[in-house]
């Protein structure tokens, strides 16, 4: 049964962050998105069988699964009995030959769903088949970018048919093509990744223009570490958990630093310190616009709070999908924000640069759009809240205002059952009693009114689910 379609949460309470003191809430992050996807590819077109453990299971890896078995790939979905919104996925490799492939009259149907990773994966995987496919997916997909990715197939040889270079797009499978080709990552680094992870099978030399950034490319190398370390002939592979994803946990602890609520548990360390390195959001921890403890906010002369010089944090070179999780809780941050290089983000899964600006100035804090950037100005956390956000079907955008709605009051949620493309348990996690969850009170409201209609308190209520058919 899917979430309400309006719900309110609750800050936390003096009680709630007194007991936090006592007994941390413990936090089990679920499997990266972006990694599980990845796998699946990588599993599909490898020779043996490959059990990915640790597996997200949401709305993008199911829309990725449901292709798979569509062009005749072999998946086997299983519980995990460690983390519940995980499953272990064991896939048989088809040995990079594709077992499906319709015909120009009569072409295999793959609908992604609003998942890019699927989009732009299985675009370049089914190139190496013998058939037809055509690839289509929710009215948001189809006007986000695909265009450089299909240049980069067309010019190894392939044929995709589309009006407007974007999704519904019809590919001609046309077998291994070797050769060099570059691609553009300007509108978004899926277009690199898809190339790499079809490379092996397809023959193909993938490059980023000269002079890109490795540094600014930080989903292109995970996906070629991933390449190099995969156990292409069978095996099993662990997922991380997802970065992304711990953040709005570790932003809790930013928004009480006198308490640190959360221990947010088995994510993988930055490389530094020893971590894989493949998700740069795992550097949200040590970038997260942090709040003044309260002593130091009350000692703090207000004069000297206005002359404090920006922070700056890039969407290329600091923070990968977890920019947008700092940029919502830096109204509370001891020092303004500005927050660069999001102009990558106005093409995901909704215009996010203009949504962040749009429903922060809803909740009155004070942002100012500039390019692709966004400066955020510090506000009193009584002036701020007592808005409803609008989530524009972004599960992003409905868990950055819940985080945010942990600290200020009125934050009420349009449409949260969207946040089942990436993690349908977070509301689940929220409202579950420490030290499973944080206790956070999460209220239906009534649509017209804004009124608290009942406090959602069982698990059923709480998870983002597939509507009924």
């Excluded at 979905?77 to 499906?100: F, S, W």
């Excluded at 493949?278 to 970038?287: G, K, M, N, T, V």
Aim: aromatic fraction near 4%; glycine fraction near 8%; charged fraction near 20%.
């Amino acid at each position: 049964m899917p979430l309400p379609a309006l719900i309110e949460v609750l800050p936390l309470s003096k009680e709630q962050l007194e007991a936090f003191k006592l007994q941390k809430a413990r936090v089990v992050i679920p499997g990266s998105k972006s990694i599980t996807n990845r796998a699946i590819v990588l599993a599909a077109l490898g020779s043996g069988v490959t059990t990915l453990k640790g597996a997200l299971w949401s709305e993008d890896t199911e829309a990725m699964t449901e292709c798979m078995r569509k062009l005749g790939i072999q998946v086997e979905v299983a519980p995990d009995v460690e983390v519940e919104a995980n499953r272990v996925i064991t896939v048989h490799g088809c040995g990079g030959q594709l077992p499906g492939g319709g015909t120009e009259a009569e072409p295999i149907e793959l609908f992604v769903q609003n998942a890019g990773t699927a989009a732009r994966f299985l675009t370049a995987m089914v190139c190496l088949g013998g058939g037809v496919v055509r690839l289509s997916g929710v009215p948001r997909m189809h006007e986000r970018p695909q265009m450089e990715l299909i240049r980069a197939l067309r010019a190894l040889g392939y044929r995709i048919d589309t009006p407007n270079d974007r999704l519904p797009a019809v590919v001609h499978g046309g077998g291994p093509r070797p050769g060099a080709v570059v691609v553009s990552v300007d509108d978004s680094s899926q277009f690199a990744s898809a190339l790499l992870l079809s490379s092996l099978v397809g023959g193909w030399e993938v490059s980023t223009p000269e002079g890109a950034n490795p540094d600014e490319l930080p989903y292109v190398e995970m996906t070629r570490q991933m390449v190099a370390v995969f156990p292409h002939t069978g095996g099993t592979f662990q997922v991380e958990p997802d970065a992304s994803s711990a953040s709005y946990f570790h932003a809790v602890n930013a928004l009480f630093p006198q308490v640190e609520p959360v221990e947010v548990l088995a994510c993988e360390p930055t490389r530094t310190d020893g971590g894989s390195g493949w998700q740069i959001d795992a550097e949200f921890p040590r970038l997260a616009p942090r709040r003044a403890v309260a002593a130091e906010a009350q000692a703090e002369d207000p004069a000297d709070k206005r002359r404090k010089v920006a922070q700056v944090i890039s969407r290329k070179t600091d923070l990968g999908d977890s920019i947008m999780t700092a940029v919502a809780i830096a109204p509370l941050a001891a020092v303004p924000f500005t927050f660069t290089d999001l102009g990558v983000l106005r093409k995901q899964e909704c215009e996010r640069v203009q949504a962040l600006r749009v429903e922060l100035t809803k909740c009155k804090a004070k942002v100012t759009e500039v390019g692709d950037s966004l400066s955020v100005e510090l506000s009193n956390p009584e002036d701020l809240g007592n808005a409803t956000i609008f989530t524009y079907h972004d599960h992003r955008m409905a868990m950055c205002f819940a985080t945010l709605g942990m600290a200020v009051s009125g934050i009420k949620l349009e449409d949260p059952n969207c946040t089942r493309k990436t993690v349908p348990s977070f509301f689940q996690i929220l409202a579950a009693p420490p030290p499973h969850g944080l206790g956070v009170e999460i209220w239906e409201c009534d649509t017209k009114t804004g009124e608290r209609v009942r406090q959602l308190t069982e698990k059923e209520d709480l998870l983002a689910a597939a509507p009924s058919k």
